[in-house]
T-cell receptor
Framework: EAGVTQSPTHLIKTRGQQVTLRCSPI?????VYWYQQALGLGLQFLLW???????NRGNFPPRFSGRQFPNYSSELNVNALELEDSALYLC?????????????FGPGTRLTVL | GDSVTQMEGPVTLSEEAFLTINCTYT??????LFWYVQYPGEGLQLLLK?????DKGSNKGFEATYRKETTSFHLEKGSVQVSDSAVYFC??????????FGTGTSLTVIP
């Protein structure tokens, strides 16, 4: 069974640009979560999508947004990039059957903002 | 609100030493508790979990026991190896599908 996949693996952007990150959950999982892991910091919760709807968001500005598609894959969009947006962006998925059960993580997308 | 506090690192141990990484939590109700591991350059992998009080999660020689009376879920391993060098995250999940992660503890095992 394929795990959570994310693309691209690495990305370099400049300040002010926009970026889109993509995530495909494990087959059968309906919930997708996005986290930001900046250097030296823990995981900061960004967004949670389930059944195509945004269910919760963390303490991030509105320029961080996303969506979930009918096939449960998800995109994270970041507008007007700032230097401090440089981080590893992790996507995780979980099952509708037991949503408080394990979250399974993808390998992440490393975003560098110059 | 719910939260997880884990021991700050970094932790450096010699090979075959005993490992303890402390984790305590604050939560209403009956959360599930997890330890995740992140190897250099990779995403997080589930290491072990426990879903109710007094449960012991174990995997790859690591163990943690869900202690409701002390609100703790400390990670232990009797004899660490160089390959255990990684960042370890304690986490809880509660009603509402929300996961809360600790800040992570970096472990380096030297030969």
């Amino acid at each position: 069974e394929a795990g959570v996949t994310q693309s691209p693996t690495h990305l370099i952007k400049t300040r002010g640009q926009q970026v889109t990150l993509r995530c495909s959950p494990i087959s059968g999982h309906t919930s997708v979560y996005w986290y930001q892991q900046a250097l030296g910091l823990g995981l900061q919760f960004l967004l949670w999508y389930d059944e195509g709807e945004e269910r919760n968001r963390g303490n991030f500005p509105p320029r961080f947004s996303g969506r979930q598609f009918p096939n449960y894959s998800s995109e994270l969009n970041v507008n007007a990039l700032e230097l401090e947006d440089s981080a590893l962006y992790l996507c995780a998925s979980s099952s509708w059957f037991s949503p408080t059960d394990t979250q399974y993580f993808g390998p992440g997308t490393r975003l560098t903002v110059l | 609100g719910d939260s997880v506090t884990q021991m700050e690192g970094p932790v450096t141990l010699s090979e075959e030493a005993f490992l303890t990484i402390n984790c305590t939590y604050t939560a209403t109700g009956y959360p599930s508790l997890f330890w995740y591991v992140q190897y250099p350059g990779e995403g997080l992998q589930l290491l072990l979990k426990a879903t109710k009080a007094d449960d012991k999660g174990s995997n790859k020689g690591f163990e943690a026991t869900y202690r409701k009376e002390t609100t703790s879920f400390h990670l232990e391993k009797g004899s660490v190896q160089v390959s255990d060098s990684a960042v370890y995250f304690c986490a809880l999940s509660n009603t509402g599908n929300q996961f809360y992660f600790g800040t992570g503890t970096s472990l380096t095992v030297i030969p």
